[in-house]
Protein backbone atom coordinates (compact mmCIF):
# COMPACT_ATOMS: atom_id res chain seq x y z
CA UNK A 1 0.00 0.00 0.00
CA UNK A 2 1.33 3.12 -0.96
CA UNK A 3 1.17 6.79 1.08
CA UNK A 4 -0.77 9.64 0.01
CA UNK A 5 1.40 11.75 -2.22
CA UNK A 6 0.21 15.62 -1.94
CA UNK A 7 -0.64 17.03 -5.56
CA UNK A 8 -0.82 20.93 -6.14
CA UNK A 9 -2.44 21.62 -9.32
CA UNK A 10 -3.19 25.73 -9.95
CA UNK A 11 -5.15 28.28 -11.79
CA UNK A 12 -5.31 31.40 -11.05
CA UNK A 13 -4.63 29.88 -7.24
CA UNK A 14 -2.79 27.16 -5.89
CA UNK A 15 -5.07 23.99 -4.61
CA UNK A 16 -3.16 21.11 -2.74
CA UNK A 17 -4.79 17.97 -2.41
CA UNK A 18 -4.36 14.78 -0.02
CA UNK A 19 -5.90 11.71 0.27
CA UNK A 20 -7.67 11.19 3.96
CA UNK A 21 -7.65 15.44 4.57
CA UNK A 22 -10.09 18.02 6.01
CA UNK A 23 -10.18 21.06 4.17
CA UNK A 24 -11.71 24.41 5.01
CA UNK A 25 -12.92 25.80 1.68
CA UNK A 26 -14.26 29.31 0.88
CA UNK A 27 -15.73 30.43 -2.32
CA UNK A 28 -17.20 33.41 -3.50
CA UNK A 29 -20.42 35.07 -5.31
CA UNK A 30 -20.41 36.50 -8.31
CA UNK A 31 -23.59 38.13 -8.44
CA UNK A 32 -25.89 40.31 -6.00
CA UNK A 33 -26.18 38.74 -2.13
CA UNK A 34 -28.50 36.38 -0.93
CA UNK A 35 -31.13 36.79 0.84
CA UNK A 36 -32.19 34.59 3.74
CA UNK A 37 -34.25 32.52 1.07
CA UNK A 38 -31.40 31.65 -1.16
CA UNK A 39 -29.04 31.05 1.97
CA UNK A 40 -31.41 28.52 3.16
CA UNK A 41 -31.11 26.85 -0.61
CA UNK A 42 -27.18 26.94 -0.47
CA UNK A 43 -27.00 25.64 2.73
CA UNK A 44 -29.59 22.67 2.06
CA UNK A 45 -27.78 21.34 -0.74
CA UNK A 46 -24.90 21.55 0.58
CA UNK A 47 -26.31 19.27 3.12
CA UNK A 48 -27.78 16.51 0.72
CA UNK A 49 -24.28 16.11 -0.75
CA UNK A 50 -23.07 14.95 2.98
CA UNK A 51 -22.32 11.13 3.58
CA UNK A 52 -23.00 10.20 0.26
CA UNK A 53 -19.23 12.80 -1.00
CA UNK A 54 -18.00 14.21 2.12
CA UNK A 55 -18.28 14.40 5.83
CA UNK A 56 -19.73 17.69 6.31
CA UNK A 57 -18.81 19.10 9.70
CA UNK A 58 -19.47 22.75 8.98
CA UNK A 59 -20.71 25.38 6.72
CA UNK A 60 -21.67 29.23 7.03
CA UNK A 61 -23.25 30.74 3.65
CA UNK A 62 -22.83 34.18 4.09
CA UNK A 63 -24.86 36.88 1.83
CA UNK A 64 -22.30 37.03 -0.51
CA UNK A 65 -19.48 33.93 0.12
CA UNK A 66 -19.63 30.45 2.05
CA UNK A 67 -17.06 28.84 4.10
CA UNK A 68 -17.19 25.16 4.49
CA UNK A 69 -15.06 22.23 6.33
CA UNK A 70 -15.23 19.17 4.81
CA UNK A 71 -13.96 15.42 4.97
CA UNK A 72 -13.92 14.44 1.31
CA UNK A 73 -15.02 10.33 1.22
CA UNK A 74 -12.75 7.80 -0.11
CA UNK A 75 -12.27 8.07 -3.75
CA UNK A 76 -14.00 11.58 -3.92
CA UNK A 77 -12.06 14.53 -5.05
CA UNK A 78 -12.43 17.81 -3.73
CA UNK A 79 -12.74 19.07 -6.99
CA UNK A 80 -15.35 16.75 -7.62
CA UNK A 81 -17.26 17.75 -4.39
CA UNK A 82 -16.97 21.86 -5.38
CA UNK A 83 -18.04 21.17 -8.80
CA UNK A 84 -21.17 19.50 -7.97
CA UNK A 85 -22.07 22.56 -4.45
CA UNK A 86 -21.59 25.37 -7.02
CA UNK A 87 -22.95 23.94 -10.04
CA UNK A 88 -25.81 22.46 -8.39
CA UNK A 89 -26.63 25.27 -6.46
CA UNK A 90 -26.14 27.40 -8.90
CA UNK A 91 -28.85 26.18 -10.74
CA UNK A 92 -31.10 25.88 -7.54
CA UNK A 93 -30.45 29.62 -7.09
CA UNK A 94 -31.09 30.37 -11.03
CA UNK A 95 -34.38 28.82 -10.50
CA UNK A 96 -35.40 30.87 -7.72
CA UNK A 97 -34.63 33.77 -8.86
CA UNK A 98 -36.06 32.94 -12.49
CA UNK A 99 -32.60 33.74 -14.34
CA UNK A 100 -29.93 32.13 -15.86
CA UNK A 101 -26.30 32.73 -15.93
CA UNK A 102 -23.08 32.34 -13.70
CA UNK A 103 -23.55 32.51 -9.95
CA UNK A 104 -20.20 31.60 -8.20
CA UNK A 105 -17.01 32.64 -9.01
CA UNK A 106 -14.77 30.56 -10.89
CA UNK A 107 -12.61 29.63 -7.99
CA UNK A 108 -12.71 28.79 -4.86
CA UNK A 109 -9.71 29.21 -2.08
CA UNK A 110 -9.15 25.41 -0.18
CA UNK A 111 -6.79 25.04 2.32
CA UNK A 112 -5.85 21.53 3.67
CA UNK A 113 -6.66 21.75 7.44
CA UNK A 114 -3.13 20.14 10.03
CA UNK A 115 -4.53 19.90 12.79
CA UNK A 116 -7.01 20.01 15.45
CA UNK A 117 -6.12 23.22 17.06
CA UNK A 118 -6.60 24.69 13.18
CA UNK A 119 -10.25 23.09 12.52
CA UNK A 120 -11.00 24.13 15.96
CA UNK A 121 -9.76 27.86 14.47
CA UNK A 122 -11.73 27.69 11.18
CA UNK A 123 -14.89 26.60 12.87
CA UNK A 124 -14.56 29.58 15.66
CA UNK A 125 -13.77 31.57 12.08
CA UNK A 126 -16.69 30.27 10.80
CA UNK A 127 -19.13 30.64 13.73
CA UNK A 128 -18.33 34.33 14.31
CA UNK A 129 -18.26 35.32 10.54
CA UNK A 130 -22.52 36.39 10.42
CA UNK A 131 -22.25 37.66 14.27
CA UNK A 132 -18.84 40.24 12.89
CA UNK A 133 -21.14 41.58 10.10
CA UNK A 134 -23.79 42.08 12.12
CA UNK A 135 -26.19 39.32 10.68
CA UNK A 136 -27.19 37.99 14.89
CA UNK A 137 -25.47 38.09 17.50
CA UNK A 138 -25.99 34.58 18.52
CA UNK A 139 -24.56 32.07 15.85
CA UNK A 140 -27.26 29.21 16.65
CA UNK A 141 -29.76 32.07 15.06
CA UNK A 142 -27.99 32.49 11.79
CA UNK A 143 -29.76 30.69 8.79
CA UNK A 144 -27.23 29.45 7.03
CA UNK A 145 -25.40 27.36 9.59
CA UNK A 146 -24.25 24.42 10.09
CA UNK A 147 -22.42 22.33 12.56
CA UNK A 148 -22.18 18.21 12.90
CA UNK A 149 -21.06 18.07 16.33
CA UNK A 150 -20.77 14.54 16.05
CA UNK A 151 -18.24 15.28 13.40
CA UNK A 152 -15.10 16.89 15.71
Excluded at 60 to 69: K, Q, R
Excluded at 88 to 102: F, K, M, P, V
Aim: proline share 5%.
Amino acid sequence: MSDPQLQIRQRNLPHWTLDGSTYFVTFRLAISPFDEAERRIVLSHICTGADKYYLLIAAVVMPDHVHILLHPNKGITLSRIMKGIKGASARLINEYRNTTGTVWQAESWDRIVRDADELEEKLQYMANNPIKAGLVDDISRYVGWYCNPESL
